[in-house]
Structures are given as C-alpha cells and as structure tokens.
C-alpha cells in the first residue's frame, strides 16, 4: 500500500474536482476533500483492493457529501430584484436559462447525470471519469454523449 501522503498527492485533485462537480462549491468541495482523506485514514484497513483507489476514495467523498447535506439542509434563498438595470435584467435572464438546464441535467437517469456533472461542472476528463465509475474511458465518452443529445432533444422540442 501506498504512503497516504503519495496518495493524497496523487488524488486528491480527483475527489475535489468529483466533489466541485456535485456541490458547486469550491469551498465545501475543498472542505469534503479533506475529510474524504481523513476518513480514508481512519478506514485504510477496509480497502480491500477490490477496486480502484480512486473509485474507493470517490465512494468515500460521496458519503461524506451525503453526511454533510444532513447536518445542512438547503435553505431558501431569498433573490433581491429591486434596482435591476438591464444589464443586471439581461444577467439574472441568462442566468434562469442556466438553472433550467441544471434542472434538466437534474432530471437525467444515474449515472449519466453523474458523467454530466463530472465532465460539465468538475472539469473531469472521460478517462477520470471511467475511473471513478470503474468502467472505461469509450464508456464515459458514450454516456456523456447520449445524454447530451438527450438534453438538446428536450431543449428544442
């Protein structure tokens, strides 16, 4: 097994780019990471090698995002609307355009609504994306495609 610390180097940027994809968050992904390595400490001796680290360590990541959203349930945010000039009209516009399609990226099946999120809001590339869902790098291009042109069906009908 690796020194922890050859891990965190090697995938640390992985889990925060996983995590930056689900939350949106820089912050709280910065913050998950940390404790995704922190739990992957304390459970070293639970990896089996049955799959890949990285995959573990997603796994691991995923369920401390699932912790946290439980101990922070999402709050309603109040948008203040007076004083808009048109170029703020014209940015509050784009931005319902932008909440429509995450809404409609939100409605895909599993997992390609993960490859969507990995690739659009993690920036991850096709062969870290196979990675992190143990298939090949052919299967997160195809994924991401069906669902691509499955979102530019619904957006033009």
């Known amino acids: 097994m690796q020194k922890m610390d050859e891990i965190y180097q090697r995938y640390a940027q992985t889990v925060y780019r996983y995590l930056l994809s689900l939350t949106r968050d820089a912050d709280l992904a910065e913050e998950l990471t940390q404790e995704t390595f922190y739990q ?51 940015e509050v516009m784009q931005k319902h355009d932008r909440m429509a399609l995450i809404a409609r990226m939100h409605e895909l099946p599993e997992p390609g609504r993960e490859v969507m999120y990995l690739r659009v809001f993690g920036g991850l590339s096709f062969a ?13 291009r195809v994924t991401y495609y069906r669902m691509k042109e499955k979102l530019r069906k619904e957006v033009s009908e």
């Not at 990541?61 to 203040?80: C, M, S, T, Y």
């Not at 870290?128 to 997160?140: D, L, R, Y």
């Open 40 to 90: 992957a400490i304390r459970s070293i001796d639970r990896y089996n090698g049955s799959c890949k680290l990285s995959t573990w360590l997603c796994a691991i990541a995923k369920h401390a995002l699932l912790n946290w959203r439980r101990k922070h349930p999402v709050q309603d945010e109040v948008a203040e609307a007076d004083g808009l000039s048109a170029s703020a009209e014209a």
């Open 128 to 140: 870290e994306i196979g990675e992190v869902h143990g298939k090949s790098e052919n299967w997160a």
